[in-house]
């Protein structure tokens, strides 16, 4: 008995072994058949183009973009403060960048022409090809000509004046019937005509009326207005 159970065995696993077999194969022909005729379809061939050809449009754009980017390329900006540009230039072509001056200042602690400020920042890492903003010392001292500024309010005169770039204008009053009234502007203890070109850094009065007039200009003025006596008529008939 225990012969023939020993027999059935390999019998019943080979039994198995074979439909299993058969149902890969039936598995694997109703998948080919599928999609066969997934393939087979106009709509699927459509939407595979486009997807292929969206994967292949992003792919070139990405790989665009790396490239005009400088994606990963890195350099770090030079420390050319307070040298002159054209002794700057070498140091920032050598790292692969390019600059262009944006403004000026005028200082007397730094050289005439020489780099102030960069932006960015000196060591700062910076794609190739990045534009560095420079600020340069100015070699001569910025300057404005005088607003005409008589006859105005304090207000106004003020506000033209810092509109040019004047930044230390001062207020004196002087004698005068109108209050607040601006005579004209005064530079090294004289007022100067309008016009004149002052640095920006220098230091400005506006001459402005209090509006009360002095006891001795009072005087002038009634003595000015005073008339002569009338003679008598008496003396006609003499």
């Not at 607003?147 to 005068?176: C, H, N, W």
């Not at 070109?197 to 009072?218: C, F, H, M, R, W």
Request: hydrophobic residues 40%; contains cysteine; aromatic residues 8%.
């Amino acid at each position: 008995m225990a012969s023939a159970n020993a027999w059935l065995l390999p019998m019943a696993v080979e039994c198995l072994l074979q439909d299993a077999q058969k149902a890969v194969q039936n598995y694997r022909f109703l998948m080919s058949t599928l999609i066969n005729k997934i393939l087979q379809l106009p709509v699927f061939i459509h939407l595979l183009a486009l997807i292929v050809t969206s994967f292949l449009i992003g792919f070139g754009t990405l790989r665009y973009i790396d490239r005009y980017t400088n994606h990963n390329q890195a350099v770090h900006v030079p420390d050319v403060k307070g040298l002159q540009i054209e002794d700057a230039a070498p140091f920032l072509t050598q790292n692969f960048l390019r600059y262009t001056i944006i403004d000026s200042i005028h200082s007397k602690e730094v050289m005439p022409g020489a780099i102030v400020e960069l932006l960015p920042e000196p060591n700062s890492r910076v794609k190739k090809n990045r534009i560095i903003y420079i600020t340069v010392n100015a070699k001569s001292e910025k300057t404005a000509p005088i607003p005409e500024v008589a006859d105005l309010s304090i207000r106004q005169a003020y506000s033209d004046m810092t509109a040019l770039g004047f930044r230390y204008v001062e207020t004196k009053y002087v004698s005068g019937e109108y209050r607040d009234l601006t005579v004209g502007v005064e530079y090294v203890g004289d007022i100067i005509d309008a016009g004149t070109q002052v640095p920006l850094s220098a230091k400005l009065t506006l001459v402005v009326q209090d509006g009360n007039v002095s006891p001795i200009e009072e005087e002038e003025d009634a003595d000015e207005t005073k008339k002569e006596p009338v003679k008598s008529d008496a003396n006609w008939f003499e």
